[in-house]
């Protein structure tokens, strides 16, 4: 068991690399959420892909075709998604993160935010779609004025 820690260099992929004090090191603690996070992952995956998928078009303005959670953590989840091109094409995934509002220490809490998320990403993606029908549609007289 390492007992004495003098520094740790942290190296977390490209252009991701830091010097942790060790009195930081020694003093931190697990994840509590890492216990579940795997479950709470392939579940959201398996059942709840399009919750996943209208949070990120909350939250980010994008539409996914397809949105897989690939981690979970107290603080939000790292999602690997791919989006529909202008061109008809899907892109390549690639992963974003999506912070939850706040910490969510235990698996209910986890479950608590993200129907809470979902919820609010719902209506939010219901009411810009509901103001999209009502606002009049641009043609070249309205923008003129001479309608």
Avoid at 24 to 36: I, Q, R
Avoid at 47 to 76: F, N, P, W, Y
């Amino acid at each position: 068991r390492m007992s004495t820690v003098k520094q740790l260099r942290f190296v977390g992929g490209f252009a991701r690399a830091a010097t942790i004090p060790a009195a930081d090191y020694m003093g931190a603690s697990p994840d509590p959420v890492m216990e579940f996070a795997d479950k709470i992952a392939g579940h959201m995956n398996d059942d709840h892909q399009e919750a996943t998928k209208i949070i990120i078009k909350s939250e980010m303005g994008l539409d996914c075709e397809t949105a897989l959670i690939k981690s979970v953590d107290r603080l939000g989840m790292s999602v690997f998604v791919t989006v529909k091109q202008e061109d008809g094409t899907v892109s390549t995934p690639f992963k974003l993160r999506v912070s939850f509002p706040e910490e969510a220490p235990d698996r209910v809490a986890v479950r608590n935010m993200l129907k809470r998320m979902t919820n609010e990403a719902a209506a939010a993606v219901s009411a810009e779609a509901k103001a999209a029908e009502a606002a009049p549609e641009a043609t070249p007289e309205a923008a003129a004025g001479t309608n």
